[in-house]
């Protein structure tokens, strides 16, 4: 069994991995960048190195930093989380000639389907179905105007080398094709390392459709059933649940035996999504397979009962899977709503500031991944996500009231969050229909506009207790190597009772 994991991410992903380590009696170290001194995954970690300055780039992108800093805590294992340098696989490599084991897939396997390009052509070598596209990215705009013209308007320009909606541009139109090719490769550069992008062609009106996999390093594959993402902003999901209203017992096994090649293919190892676009005739076609750990991937743990994280750390360790494909069996409902620090109002734009006070949700069936706390300071330079609220139930309609009720208990000051969005997509009389394309919010959602006047518990009292907390508490500090802090010193001033 590995002996001691490097986390190389951040916020409610690493916080989720430091969990998993815990339960496993395995020390864990993290990494920060400068803004992120204060963080909780760095409070929560045996030890925390500091990494570099907050640009990506700089920081947790630095695979060199990070590998030293490998060697330097005596860790066997790097587990990469999702985006970064999760799919990355001259990291990858790297982490094999240092002897380190990267938690994730090999690193042939991680070359082909982390290249999308590749992998469309091996899917189709395979007679696997895809969406008609390019099979080579490039850099000529001479090359994607030849394609784009083929294949026909409206187009998808994607990144080869990482997914969650990053270099994304649907492009309508001749006219804006240059420029979405340009913005595209500028963001793919700046998320993953790599400004390759390729075109496909845009199925309009699809479901979001994939399927959690599991295979060790002896050839066993089982997949985990899929997972309904549909509920799109910017081409990332903020919306996830289980089991997939449009799919019967009939349709689920046959995507999820064309997962299973999908990865058998690929020879593919660890945990991995084979996505899929479902068409309104109930066609489907391969759309990618995301290397890693999936954002969305706690909906499949509430409902097979599987520690997907624990799993992926088995299979990196060299253990089989300990149980078939006859062995996953779903039980009740489970949603996802993933709360970014952005403003709904004004096209999800990004928000950062303090947290003056955050009230978690509780309750039966509901479940809180969170990489914030009251005080925390959120940052301009990542990913705007900050937490995400899963709710289970026996039935859908269940997990969806759950989400509902965790939904209005959950507060966030200081920022602006979708919170009350997502309560309003609940509530919507489509969702609540299971009517859920990837097209959902640009249709239903528009022209939405947060309440005004009645604001459940963002009142007087609360923001008296926030001011109150900043007043009174010290402020949260950041673990390094030296020594962990007692709980003591962390909750401000305090006293016995008495005299």
């Not at 479902?278 to 759309?287: E, I, P, S």
């Not at 899963?390 to 969050?417: H, P």
Request: glycine share 8%.
């Amino acid at each position: 069994m590995i002996k001691k994991i490097l986390i190389a991410n951040r916020g409610e992903i690493a916080v989720r991995i430091i969990n998993a380590c815990k339960e496993m009696s395995i020390p864990t170290v993290a990494v920060f960048s400068t803004v992120d001194r204060n963080a909780l995954h760095v409070q929560m970690a045996n030890e925390a190195y500091c990494i570099g300055n907050p640009p990506p780039l700089e920081s947790y992108l630095n695979m060199d930093k990070i590998i030293q800093i490998a060697h330097d805590s005596g860790v066997d294992a790097i587990h990469p989380g999702y985006g970064f340098l999760a799919e990355n696989p001259d990291f990858c490599e790297r982490c094999e000639k240092e002897g380190i084991v990267f938690i994730g897939p090999n690193l042939k396997a991680l070359r082909l389907v982390g290249d999308k390009v590749a992998s469309r052509q091996t899917m189709t070598q395979a007679k696997i179905p895809i969406i008609p596209g390019m099979m080579k990215s490039s850099r000529e705009v001479k090359g994607f105007k030849e394609s784009a013209e083929k294949i026909g308007y409206p187009v998808m320009i994607k990144a080869s080398a990482g997914g969650g909606g990053k270099g994304m541009r649907i492009i309508h139109s001749p006219d804006d094709l240059e420029k979405g090719i340009e913005a595209g490769m500028r963001e793919a550069k700046s998320a993953f390392g790599d400004e390759s992008v390729y075109l496909e062609k845009y199925i309009e009106n699809p479901r979001h459709v994939e399927f959690q996999v599991l295979a060790d390093n002896y050839g066993n594959v089982v997949h985990l059933c899929e997972r309904e993402c549909s509920i799109q902003r910017r081409h990332q999901k903020i919306v996830e649940e289980t089991p997939s209203c449009a799919l019967d017992d009939k349709l689920r096994e046959r995507m999820g035996e064309v997962a299973k090649q999908v990865i058998r293919v690929s020879g593919y190892n660890n945990a991995g999504t084979v996505e899929f676009l479902l068409d309104q005739n109930k066609n489907f076609y391969f759309l990618e397979v995301n290397a890693r750990l999936q954002v969305e991937h706690p909906i499949t743990e509430l409902v097979t009962g599987v520690d997907l994280v624990k799993q992926q750390i088995k299979i990196a360790s060299g253990e089989k899977l300990t149980f078939t494909q006859k062995d996953i069996q779903q039980r009740g409902h489970a949603i996802e709503c993933r709360i970014y620090a952005e403003d709904p109002e004004n096209n999800f734009f990004p928000s950062s500031g303090k947290i003056l006070l955050m009230k978690e949700p509780q309750g039966p069936g509901i479940r809180h991944d969170c990489g914030i706390y009251s005080g925390f300071e959120v940052s301009v330079y990542y990913d705007p996500i900050l937490s995400k609220v899963i709710t289970w139930g026996e039935t859908r309609e269940d997990a969806r009231k759950r989400m509902i009720l965790a939904l209005s208990n959950y507060v966030i000051l200081g920022i602006k969050t979708p919170i009350e969005f997502l309560g309003s997509i609940m509530n919507h009389p489509e969702f609540i229909n299971g009517n859920t394309q990837t097209n959902f919010i640009e249709k239903n959602m528009s022209d939405w506009k947060e309440t005004r006047g009645e604001k459940k518990f963002i009142n007087e009292a609360l923001i008296a207790a926030a001011i109150s907390y900043q007043t009174n508490t010290s402020s949260k500090k950041a673990i390094f190597k030296e020594k962990m802090p007692s709980p003591w010193l962390t909750v401000g001033k305090w006293s016995l009772g008495g005299e």
